[in-house]
């Protein structure tokens, strides 16, 4: 039995309760006093194996107490392309430009509005076929992956130029969805507007007198964005008039789906560790909803506001990124302008594994209507 005992020299750290005890106490401390606000113009780029210019706006390298996850922007220049790698999931928006990324030797066309799922080990790489610089914001949940000693990253091949036959030797797209059948791009052209529906759904049940109170929930309609994402309402935002618009956002894109969108729908997409659900428009003059929950990540795709955390104010405008910290955390976001305002929304899995064992992080809504302002 001695055999299977190793002696323990004054040296070594024995006591782990009073590390946890320390590790609680620091953990409460980074999550009270976090910072909300990754502005873009302060990020710092670096060269990667795999990037030409990447730069981490939300993370723990960047000072921001996360779930271990993260949340990067990334520019490829005309002509080049990301190395081949494979880690855990990773959710990408295409901000601008064009081209297609490879999974797992499958190519999928993008270009600006476009949003990818990257499945969990998944080989890939991305190619900048257009004339401009390719640029989309990226997020993972690498360092938890790492962290549970279930991930890997793996390097298969650097960045570099395109090569002159990269169109033989990548076929043209043959649809949107693997040999798995799971969606990995959809254009925000494509993705239905949950707020259009609802509306929609709403008056068609006022014309046959029935009640509206429930109209759109669960619904599977089709309405689609234009172009540039309005409708054609004539307004300037290219959005919804506010006055026609009370509700909730002004415009509700359903991407990957799934959380906080008011649908089950997710339009094909399977991520668990990271997705990229939505993108709301808010019209301008008016806040969003009220309520609090743990982890999740707005990505400012146009405009300018604020938002207030915990009822403190901080300002934002597009290319930032704003963090609800992993704590229950009551938030509300204002678009204070005469334009509207569009935010991708990111949510981290992590987030609904300990939902159901602590009532205390479960959703609360304070207020899920749009409040007009001055």
Known sequence: MSDTWRPITRMERVDFYADWLAASERNEQAVTHSPVVGHGRDATWIETPNEHRIAMLIGEQVGFPTQGTNLCTVAIPPGNHTGRHAHGEEAIHILAGSGFIVVDGRRYGFHAGTTIHVPYRSEHQLFNTGRDELR???????DLDLFVRLGRLEQLEEKGPNPPDLESRYPAEDGQFDADGRRIALHLEDAPDEQRRREELRRAAAERGESTDHAGHGSHGHGHADADGGHGHGDAGGGHKPSENPHRHGAIYILMGGGESPSDERNGFTAVSVAMTNIFEEVPHTSSHCHSHTEAVLYVLEGVGFSEIDYEHYDWEAGDAVHVPPKMTRHEHFNPSDARTRTLRIEYGI????????????????????????
């Open 136 to 142: 989309y914001v990226s997020a993972s949940a690498m």
């Open 351 to 374: 987030r609904y594994f300990y939902e159901p064992l602590w009532t205390g992080y479960t959703k609360v809504e304070h207020r899920e209507t749009a409040i007009a302002r001055p």
